[in-house]
């Protein structure tokens, strides 16, 4: 399992993990519209396949997966504030698109599909130790449409498809592809 297909990839978290994964002799291709361009990626046109793509588009998605063994899904609009902007883009990228791109992972032969969830969907608990199975209760719409994804992808996994999911925290650092618009790094900054 050495072929991997990751939307997203030319993102601020994308570009660290691409970075990671082609040192560690992975084949990767990176899924992306490109908002932001791809001259930040270190290893273009050397290591990597970029293919400029919406995830909207699930006949470009899947023609574009084909002897691939694993799918990376990190592409989303991923702040509230941009939910807020155009809440039914929002949705057609973080919901909508959702299933018909698991369907076709699937469809096309892909052994594992990780999904980068949130942490966010545990909204405010006053549990000491929230872990995977506490209630899900969103605060905003990017958090119920993450939440929403998880159980979509769990339906259609198998023995021979196996699906994952990881409910990262507020992601904060350095990347090729820098946001300043997240809380950490606007403190830092």
Do not use: W
């Amino acid at each position: 399992m050495n072929k991997i297909f990751i939307t997203g990839g030319a993102g601020y978290v994308g570009s660290r993990l691409v970075d990671d994964l082609v040192s560690n002799n992975y084949e990767v291709t990176i899924y992306d519209t490109l908002y932001y361009g791809d001259q930040h990626l270190k290893y273009l046109g050397q290591k990597i396949n970029i293919i400029k793509g919406d995830i909207r588009d699930i006949n470009l998605l899947s023609n574009s997966i084909d002897g691939h063994d694993i799918f990376i899904h990190l592409a989303c609009i991923s702040n509230d504030a941009s939910f807020v902007l155009n809440e039914e883009l929002s949705k057609s990228v973080n919901l909508d698109a959702f299933e018909p791109m698991v369907k076709a992972a699937k469809e096309r032969g892909i052994k594992r599909f990780i999904y980068a969830s949130t942490s966010s969907v545990y909204g405010v608990s006053e549990e000491k130790d929230v872990k995977e199975d506490h209630p899900l209760v969103p605060l905003t719409l990017y958090n119920q449409f993450k939440g929403e994804c998880e159980p979509m992808l769990f339906n259609h996994t198998d023995e021979n498809f196996v699906g994952i999911v990881f409910r990262p925290a507020t992601v904060c650092g350095f990347s090729s592809r820098q946001r300043l618009d997240l809380s950490v790094n606007i403190l830092t900054n």
